[in-house]
Structure formats: C-alpha cells, structure tokens
C-alpha cells in the first residue's frame, strides 16, 4: 500500500485543516499553458512552433481554460499555503510574450519568497534569448542567500519550514514530436551534493522537476532520458519526495530505494477542463508535520468540478515517506 485513505473521494468541497499538529503547508500546480496567439507572428511558426500551434488549434485551445485556472487561482488564495511550487509549461509556444503572462500568473500566485518555479518542455520549446524570457522569471528560480546569486542556475535550494525544496531543470530543445527531457551530467554532479548537504542538515528534501523520473509513467517520446542516472543519483543520496508535471494527469509511482520509498507525486495541467476526467484540472496541498513516530505528510487534492465551476476536495492522503510505515 502507497497510501492510507483518510477521507472519501469527494467528501468536502471547502478547505478544512489538514490532520495533525500544526505544520508548513506546500501547494503544487502545473502546466497552465498559457498562451499569446494574439501575438503571434508567421516567423514565429517557422521552426517547432508550428506543430505546438496546430496542436492548440486542433484540441488544446478547448481544454485549457482561463475559467479554470481562475477558479484555481481563488482556490488556492483560499488555502493560503505557505509556499507554492509550479513545475513547469507556464507557457505552450515558448513565446516571449507567454513568459509575460507566466511572470504576472507568479506575481498573482505570490511574492518571490513564497512561490518557486522550474521550466518545462514548453517553455523551451525553441532557443530563445534569456531576458525575453527565463530572466522574467529569475527572482522566483533564485536560490536562498545571497540576492546577488545567479538565477537560473540548477538545481537551486530554498528552504521554507524545515522543507528543502531543490528547483532542477529537465527543460531543453528537443526535435519535432518530441518532448523528452534531460537533467545532464553537470547538474546531476551538482544535484548530488545539494542532495547529500541537505540529508546531513536533517531537512526534508522535496525535489521539484517537470519531467517525471520513474520509467513507464509517460511515453518514449516524451520520457526523461537520463532517468536511469536520476535513479541511481536517488540511491546514493535519498530523497523524501519528489513532484513534478508534464503528464497532465495524476500520477503516483513508488521509486524503490536503500533510503525506502520515494513517491513522486505529479498532477495535471492547472488549466484543463478535462473532458477526460483523469485529465481535469488538479492541485494538491501537502502539509508537512511531525507525529510521535516521526514525520509526516499529509495530502489534500483540489480538482475542478465543472458542475461548481469550482475546486472541490477529491481526496486526504497520508503520504508515507522513506523510513516510515504507512
């Protein structure tokens, strides 16, 4: 057994204090996919972007929604977490004007301190130059310390609540009709250490990434290429969870471990109105506490339901972690 049921599919459709002592509350959305069609130009389409446009106009431009993801951007103003992790494919094109529509969605969701963001497959749909777009968002991919420290740099560490959250990037260029991703060999060394320095600190490691790490959770053309070496990276250094996007459905798969367990955790697009009801919008609210056994994670999904045009509560989790029973 992953999980232990705490509550009943469906059983509230208001926020209620998860179970447990008081603890630090992570909210974690994904793939809003947002888009600037109003201002796209013929040059822009003559590279990938011509697939990601014909993509929207055939299907994607009906499921994502504005409606949604303001119902979620209330939802979750309701929830008042303490800090926010989006990972990733804020935008669908890459366009410099779509990174300006991700930058005012961060600044709506919260200050630099209280919402983290990593890229995804999307946002580096094609090269593009920094400061149109990924510098738009450096304050809230910038590590904690020195305000002078490079962002965009990955991984990079803040640590909110006795929580470290380790930002890592999978996002590159990749080919017509592929969307894998990549952490590569460089961040990977660096990744280590945060992992190992973090571990000797006692936090509880949260890493945050866009492509999921476990194979057969997504297709070949779309999977994390150098997940073997993540795996391998997990075995050495450990981890507590992992959450991360880009399937655009709920997704919970048990990474196996000599530290245990490690579940990651990814959810769907923040935007869809989800004709496939897998695929409806999702957020989830992870509360972090402490029990006389040790701790703990308890989990709160939020999914859209189209009758309220509302989030309403789907389901309580207690998230068992590394070194723990359920």
């Given at each position: 057994?992953?999980?232990?049921?705490?509550?009943?599919?469906?059983?509230?459709?208001?926020?209620?204090?998860?179970?447990?002592?008081?603890?630090?509350?992570?909210?974690?959305?994904?793939?809003?996919?947002?888009?600037?069609?109003?201002?796209?130009?013929?040059?822009?389409?003559?590279?990938?972007?011509?697939?990601?446009?014909?993509?929207?106009?055939?299907?994607?431009?009906?499921?994502?929604?504005?409606?949604?993801?303001?119902?979620?951007?209330?939802?979750?103003?309701?929830?008042?977490?303490?800090?926010?992790?989006?990972?990733?494919?804020?935008?669908?094109?890459?366009?410099?004007?779509?990174?300006?529509?991700?930058?005012?969605?961060?600044?709506?969701?919260?200050?630099?301190?209280?919402?983290?963001?990593?890229?995804?497959?999307?946002?580096?749909?094609?090269?593009?130059?920094?400061?149109?777009?990924?510098?738009?968002?450096?304050?809230?991919?910038?590590?904690?310390?020195?305000?002078?420290?490079?962002?965009?740099?990955?991984p990079f560490l803040r640590i909110r609540g006795g929580i470290a959250l380790i930002g890592v990037s999978t996002a590159r260029p990749t080919l017509p009709f592929l969307a894998t991703g990549r952490i590569g060999e460089s961040q990977m060394e660096r990744l280590g250490r945060v992992l190992s320095d973090t571990r000797e600190r006692g936090l509880l490691r949260v890493v945050l990434m866009h492509h999921p790490p476990a194979p057969g959770t997504i297709s070949r053309r779309k999977r994390l290429t150098d997940h073997a070496a993540f795996r391998a990276l997990l075995v050495r250094n450990g981890a507590e969870l992992i959450l991360h996007g880009h399937t655009h459905r709920s997704s919970f798969t048990a990474i196996p471990t000599p530290w245990g367990k490690i579940l990651s955790v990814g959810v769907p697009s923040a935007s869809a109105l989800g004709r496939n009801a897998g695929r409806r919008a999702r957020y989830h609210l992870y509360r972090f506490g402490r029990d006389p056994d040790g701790r703990r994670v308890d989990l709160c999904v939020r999914v859209y339901s189209p009758e309220k045009r509302c989030f309403v509560t789907e389901r309580r989790e207690r998230i068992p972690l590394p070194g723990t029973t359920a």
């Open positions: 057994m992953i999980f232990v049921k705490t509550d009943p599919p469906g059983s509230a459709d208001r926020h209620e204090p998860l179970s447990g002592r008081a603890g630090f509350t992570l909210a974690h959305l994904s793939d809003p996919h947002l888009t600037a069609m109003e201002e796209l130009r013929p040059a822009d389409l003559l590279n990938k972007r011509a697939y990601g446009y014909l993509s929207w106009r055939l299907h994607r431009g009906v499921e994502h929604q504005d409606a949604v993801l303001s119902a979620l951007l209330a939802d979750i103003r309701s929830a008042a977490p303490g800090h926010i992790a989006v990972t990733g494919d804020l935008t669908h094109l890459g366009l410099p004007a779509e990174f300006r529509a991700g930058l005012k969605l961060l600044r709506t969701l919260g200050p630099p301190g209280k919402v983290t963001v990593i890229p995804g497959n999307h946002d580096a749909y094609v090269r593009t130059p920094r400061r149109r777009t990924f510098g738009l968002w450096s304050d809230y991919m910038r590590p904690d310390g020195d305000e002078t420290a490079a962002a965009g740099r990955f």
